[in-house]
């Protein structure tokens, strides 16, 4: 398997900039490589985007950013688009990304799968790809009940204690999420045991994304 280092090392500071469409999206798709991330690029800089995050979802957003990035964390952004409603307020999300994303000029942005079931998921990795078109974009996936897991080509092994602390942190922040049937650790930690099998992970566990171009 081939290994990829990004070269942040080498420079005073990485900017990475993270994309979810609602407030707990960033945290279940790549929390696990942003605290690896966060631990093995000491210059990093988070800059954090949540675009539908309403009431207590709001504070769960901003709670969890801060345990996540900590003080590497730049913002975040957080907005009150409705769930389930943003393609048809396109142009709306679409100022965002011009406005307050793109002076970011990031060197690695995560953000949604193209494919994903859910629309609000599918617009926002649209617009990745419309205003980022020179920047490395790894996309995320989200385990749902429409069962839309693929076939990703881009793997983070991660060490145990990455992954326990990972889903501690999902499942103490995001309190309002508790009462559905998918928010349990055992999904989080199956997906993470699922990737990592499949690329060989010393612990057993990963993050896995989807990389449509990537320039070596």
């Known amino acids: 398997m081939i ?36 631990e093995e690029y000491p ?19 901003r709670c969890a950013a801060e345990l996540f990035a900590a003080a590497r964390l730049k913002g975040p952004i957080v907005k009150n688009f409705q769930d389930g409603f943003m393609p048809y307020v396109g142009a709306d999300v679409k100022v965002i990304f011009e406005q307050e994303l793109k002076p970011v000029s990031p060197d690695l942005i995560f953000t949604h799968n193209g494919k994903d079931a859910h629309q609000d998921h599918r617009l926002i990795s649209e617009l990745t790809w419309n205003t980022f078109r020179d920047h490395l974009i790894l996309e995320y996936e989200i385990p749902k009940y429409d069962g839309d897991l693929g076939r990703p080509n881009i793997f983070v092994p991660l060490p145990a204690e990455t992954c326990q602390k990972k889903v501690r942190y999902i499942v103490d922040t995001f309190a309002s999420q508790r009462t559905k049937h998918w928010f349990q650790e055992d999904t989080f930690f199956s ?26």
């Open 3 to 38: 290994h990829l280092n990004l070269d942040g090392r080498a420079r005073r500071e990485l900017n990475i900039l993270c994309l979810g469409s609602h407030s707990d999206d960033i945290e279940i798709g790549c929390g696990g490589t942003i605290l690896r991330l966060a």
């Open 43 to 61: 210059g990093a800089q988070f800059h954090w985007a949540v675009f539908s995050a309403i009431g207590v979802r709001e504070s769960e957003a």
């Open 191 to 216: 997906l993470m045991r699922l990737r990592g099998m499949e690329c060989s992970s010393p612990s057993g566990h990963a993050e896995a994304f989807y990389c449509r171009k990537l320039v070596l």
